[in-house]
C-alpha cells in the first residue's frame, strides 16, 4: 500500500496561489500580512493537513514547556493580575509563560491561525477574546490545549463570570443601603472589535433590580467612558455636576471607580455620605482606597487557566472543564 505523501509548503503554495515566502509570513509574522491572503494560505494549510518544517512532527511528540496567553489590553490592572496568577503556576511546573497582546483584529486572527500550526507551544490560555468557530476547530484539530477566560465554546475549556449576577449584586446593595437615585459609568461601547464586552451585561444586571426594585436609571445618569483616566474623569464630572445628581455610581471597573472618586474630592462630595461609590473587578489598588467593590478573583482565575492547560497537556483525553467564578461583594469605605 503506497504511503501517503506528506505535504509540503510547495503543495500549499500552489493550492493558495501565493508565493513560499508569503507563506512563510503568514506562518512566522501574520500580522503583517493582508487578512485576505493569511485566509487563502490557512485554508489551504487546514485542507492539506501541512505541518511546517520537517523536524515539527518530531517538536509535537515532546513538550516545548511554554504556554502561550492571547490577551487585549495587557496594561490594564485587571489583566496583569490575571497573568500574574497563571505566571506563578506556570513557573512552578518549569514552563515559560510567552505573551502575545493584541490590538486589533488582524493581529488576533494572525496569532490564533498560526500558533496552532507552528506548534512551538504546548498549550493557550485566550483571555477576555471571541473566537470565531473555524478558530476553535482549528485549535482542536492540531491539538493545542486550550482555556478561555471569559468566554466560552463547547469545544474548549473555559473560566466565565456571570456579568449579569455581578451587576444585580450591586444594584441590591444600593437599594438596601436605602438609595433612590443611581448612576452608572463605563465602557458601554468599546472601540475594539477583537474583545468581548462584558460591560453591557454589568449594566443589564443593574438595571433589571433598579426596575425590579421600583426605581429608573435615566439615560442621562448612564455615562459611557472608555478605559481610561481621562475619559472616566470627564464623564463623572458631567455625573456629579447634574442640578439632581444620582447618590449612588456604579462604575464597570475598578479604575473608574477610583476616578470618579477623584473628581468627587475635587468638587468637595463627601464619600459615602453624599455619594456611594461601587467599582467591579477588586483589583490590588481597590483595597488600598478603600472601595466597595465586586470581586471577581482575578489572580485565580489565572492560576485556575494556568493548572487547566497544564492537566490537559499531561493528559490530552482529560475532560473539558467549564468552569464559573463566584462573584463576591467586597464591602469597604466608599458606599
Known amino acids: 500500500m503506497p504511503h501517503k505523501k506528506i505535504p509540503t509548503i510547495y503543495d500549499v503554495a500552489e493550492l493558495s496561489g501565493v508565493s513560499i515566502s508569503t ?14 491572503t493569511r485566509t487563502k494560505v490557512m485554508d489551504a494549510i487546514d485542507r492539506l493537513g501541512f505541518v511546517p518544517k520537517a523536524e515539527a512532527r518530531a517538536r509535537a511528540l515532546k513538550n516545548t514547556n511554554r504556554v502561550g496567553v492571547i490577551t487585549p489590553f495587557f496594561t490594564a490592572p485587571s489583566f496583569v493580575q490575571r497573568l500574574r496568577g497563571a505566571a506563578s503556576t506556570l513557573s512552578k511546573s518549569n514552563y515559560e509563560l510567552v505573551i502575545y497582546p493584541v490590538d486589533s483584529v488582524e493581529h488576533l486572527q494572525g496569532y490564533i491561525s498560526s500558533i496552532p500550526i507552528m506548534r512551538n507551544l504546548d498549550g493557550l490560555i485566550i483571555m477576555s477574546l471571541a473566537i470565531e468557530e473555524k478558530d476553535a476547530r482549528r485549535l482542536v484539530d492540531n491539538g493545542m490545549q486550550t482555556v478561555l477566560i471569559e468566554y466560552s465554546h463547547y469545544q474548549l475549556s473555559s473560566i466565565v463570570i456571570n456579568d ?16 433612590k437615585s443611581f448612576g452608572f459609568l ?9 474583545a468581548i464586552h462584558p460591560v453591557k451585561s454589568r449594566l443589564q444586571g443593574f438595571q ?25 474623569r470627564k464623564a463623572a464630572y458631567e455625573l456629579l455636576n447634574m442640578s439632581n445628581r444620582p447618590t449612588a455610581i456604579f462604575a464597570a471597573s475598578d479604575v473608574q471607580a477610583i476616578s470618579i472618586m477623584k473628581v468627587a474630592r475635587q468638587l ?28 471577581q478573583h482575578l489572580d485565580e482565575s489565572g492560576r485556575l487557566s494556568a493548572e487547566m492547560v497544564l492537566a490537559r497537556i499531561n493528559e490530552p483525553g482529560r475532560a473539558l472543564q467549564n468552569i464559573n467564578l463566584p462573584l463576591t461583594l467586597i464591602e469597604r469605605q466608599t458606599a
Do not use: C, W
Open 164 to 179: 449579569v449576577y455581578g451587576g444585580r449584586l450591586v444594584a441590591k446593595y444600593l437599594v438596601g443601603k436605602g438609595h
Open 186 to 194: 463605563g465602557d458601554i461601547e468599546p472601540p475594539e472589535r477583537y
Open 23 to 36: 507563506i512563510s509570513r503568514v506562518l512566522n509574522a501574520p500580522d503583517k500580512v493582508n487578512p485576505e
Open 268 to 295: 468637595n462630595i463627601n464619600i459615602p455620605n453624599d455619594l456611594a461609590v461601587i467599582g467591579f473587578d477588586d483589583i490590588d489598588m481597590a483595597e488600598y482606597v478603600d472601595l466597595t467593590t465586586i470581586r
Open 208 to 232: 433589571d433590580v433598579l426596575v425590579e426594585s421600583g426605581f429608573s436609571l435615566p439615560q442621562k445618569h448612564i455615562k459611557q467612558a472608555y478605559y481610561s483616566q481621562e475619559n472616566s
